[in-house]
């Protein structure tokens, strides 16, 4: 299986649910329905383990985030880099089993490929800083 795969799925995942407000269960299974890779490449109990710890402490993540912007608001993040903050503090607070250099290098890394290189350097600072906290 694939970390780096699943993270990337999962912050699609993540996207997808805040759009169309599906249950966290709706979309894992729409995705395994619908997804025409190898789904065996995909940790699916890992993927799980984000959306429901990302949705269970949203609250803690997004005031987290909130906290460590500079001169921004949290509802003016795109709805992309959100999810990918999401993920990444997630992971930083309450995963650890991911190193947090990792959570922040691969949340950068899905940063380059969904978004662009001011956001890779926005979402950096905000992860940094967190990271210190």
């Known amino acids: 299986m694939n970390r780096k795969l699943s993270r990337e799925k999962a912050m699609e995942l993540l996207f997808g649910m805040t759009l169309s407000k599906d249950t966290m269960e709706e979309v894992v299974e729409a995705f395994v329905e619908n ?22 402490n949203k609250e803690v993540i997004d005031k987290m985030i909130q906290d460590n912007l500079h001169n921004w608001k949290i509802e003016r993040i795109s709805k992309v880099n959100l999810s990918i903050l999401r993920i990444a503090t997630y992971e ?42």
Do not use: C, M, W
Request: charged fraction near 35%.
């Open 35 to 56: 997804y025409e890779g190898d789904i065996k490449e995909i940790d699916l109990t890992y993927v799980k383990q984000v959306l429901i710890g990302v949705n269970n």
């Open 92 to 133: 930083l607070l309450y995963d650890k089993e991911v190193p947090r250099g990792v959570a922040i290098n691969e949340a950068l890394e899905i940063t380059r490929r969904y978004s662009d290189e001011k956001s890779v350097s926005f979402i950096n600072g905000v992860l940094d800083k967190i990271k210190q906290d």
